[in-house]
């Protein structure tokens, strides 16, 4: 096999598992309105699904780094299935027991086994081929990741949210995260086995490629930190325009036919945003162009989720993707532009990683280590959205996004070069 077409070969196996990260992931999105009525919560409380299963980031990312300098590369990636997999078991027992206590340690669990493979793919797709195209590379990735994740909900919501108002018995209803759940699991421990099978090779003699001047300690590099800061608050934002708006969409009094597509919505726009990443990065604009652009409209698109009334609505006619029936899918404004904010937010991932490990050299895996942990924004963010909501309303909650997003223009402005020599 030549060396393109090897190439082709890694990023394809790579594409494979961000596609289950972005199914395991924007399953979350499904989960907390199903969890907030079959759990009896309050929004504070719903919320503590996206802090369970993201926190496991903060929690083990640094550990993830050392695990995989005694494991390597592949039997890490196995690793992570598995974990991945006693995560996904355990809903079987929450469900039949309606324990959210259990529900939140599945979460965690599941989260634990993305970090570790997290920690070991991203890092690989950044030095698979030249810098300047990493951000290419990681749009291809984050189009496998969002079409998942545009799937997920739709096939979650199919079984879990169908008739979700009329169905009074809570343990009945719980029991419905029997089946799909089962299913994952056995197809994580399958993919588990199957991973150790496949010839993928260590990237380790990889990562001192774009090195220059690499510094003794990770302490010295100031962009890597902005960069992490700036990842943090992204990921944030991520979590609350995909999961929070089918309960916003829900607090606004959409019926839940139309609102479980919200999240689809949302990832749509990123995946769109992506093949705009991947036609654009770096013939027309820079890595570092396409971050000022989108948090520039990030910015935009929360202002604008801010003000409208939220009794404004579009409406249009829609194939109901569960039943094939021919429904009106209603949309408030507000909602709309919270989705849009899945647009801004699609090429804000695959520049900070190229940006923020440029020329780190042999402090590549602990500095992809940090970056992984600052997925904890995931944990941290929606949750005072939660909180916000509870105290001030859904619409005024979401002021939150827009720190975010100004934190995001800065690392682009000015952060990326922080303390370099070059």
Known sequence: MGNNNKQVFYLFIIGVFYFIFGFVTWLNGTLIPFLQKTC?????????????FYISYFVWSLPSSAILKKTG???GLAIGLFVMAIGAALFIPAASSRSYILFLLGLFILG??????????????????????????????????????????????????S?????????????????????MTI???????????????????????????????IWQYPYLWFGIIALFFYVGVEVIAGDSVINYGRALGVDMISAKYFTSITLLGMVIGYFIGVALIPKVISQR??????????????????????????????IDLTSFHPITMHIPLTVLFVCLMGLANSLVWPAIWPLALDGVGHHTKTASALLIM????GAVM?????????VIGFQQAYWITIPCYVIILCFALFGYKLGKNR
């Open 187 to 217: 197809v994580l421990v399958a993919l588990g086995f199957l991973i150790l099978a496949v010839d993928l090779p260590e990237p380790n003699e990889e990562e001192d490629k774009s090195a220059k001047n690499t510094k003794k300690t």
């Open 382 to 390: 929606p949750l005072i959205l939660g909180k916000l909501n509870d």
């Open 73 to 75: 590369f592949k039997k």
């Open 289 to 318: 162009q396409a971050l000022i652009g989108c948090s520039t409209l990030g910015i935009i698109f929360a202002i604008l989720a801010l003000s409208v009334d939220v009794t404004k609505s579009i409406t249009f006619p829609f």
């Open 112 to 161: 634990s086994g993305l970090a570790l493979m997290q920690t070991a793919v991203n890092p690989y797709v950044t030095i698979l081929g030249p810098i300047e195209t990493a951000a290419r590379r990681m749009s291809i990735m984050g189009i496998c990741n969002k079409f998942a994740g545009i799937l997920a909900p739709i096939i979650l919501g199919a079984v879990l949210l």
């Open 163 to 183: 008739g979700l108002d009329e169905i009074e018995d809570l343990t009945v209803l719980s029991h419905r995260l029997v089946t799909p759940y089962l299913i």
């Open 374 to 377: 600052a997925i904890a924004g």
């Open 40 to 52: 009896e919560l309050n929004q504070f409380e719903a919320y503590l699904v996206t802090f369970a």
